[in-house]
């Protein structure tokens, strides 16, 4: 019995010590989103390229984060409702299909952009509701 226990311990260590390197935030990164971000809940880590994104809740809103590799933010997202789209995004993406999801994201430089996912696309704007380009996420994006 002892050495089942034992070995389970180990096996579920392992297991840690794997999902751990995956998502391997570094250190300065995390403090400097806490820094910012002290309130956030839910706070869940994904690896992009040789960036960290970071997906949370802060006062009942989704949020995201891009992190560079010194712990600098490139740019926020923060989920929003459709309507909340400019209407000149709106009414295009509503011609393109039904809006999925909808996004406000705000560069470094404080440059404002629109997203809003219609059938698998990301249909990005301006910060007046001109369309930019469209965008497919593919699964070798996230690595």
Same mark, same amino acid.
């Given at each position: 019995m002892k050495s089942i226990i034992i070995i389970l311990t180990a096996a579920l260590l392992c297991g840690n010590s794997a999902l751990a390197q995956k998502? %391997? =935030?570094?250190?300065?990164?995390?403090?400097?989103?806490s820094k910012k971000y002290p309130s956030?809940?839910?706070v869940k880590w994904e690896k992009e390229r040789s960036k960290y994104e970071t997906s949370f809740l802060l006062n009942g809103k989704e949020m995201s984060v891009l992190f560079d590799t010194y712990g /600098?933010?490139?740019e926020?997202?923060?989920?929003? &409702? &459709?309507?909340?789209?400019? $209407?000149?995004?709106? %009414?295009? $993406?509503?011609?393109k299909g039904r809006i999925k999801e909808a &996004?406000?994201? =705000?560069? /470094? %430089?404080g440059k404002v952009k629109y997203e809003a996912e219609v059938k698998g696309r990301d249909?990005?704007?301006d910060d007046k509701g001109n369309f930019l380009e469209e965008k497919v996420e593919k699964d070798e994006d996230k690595n």
């Open positions: 998502n %391997n =935030v570094p250190s300065d990164i995390k403090t400097a989103f956030a809940t839910k /600098a933010i490139e926020t997202e923060t989920k929003i &409702a &459709a309507s909340e789209l400019p $209407a000149k995004a709106k %009414n295009y $993406a509503i011609s &996004a406000r994201i =705000v560069a /470094a %430089n249909l990005i704007f």
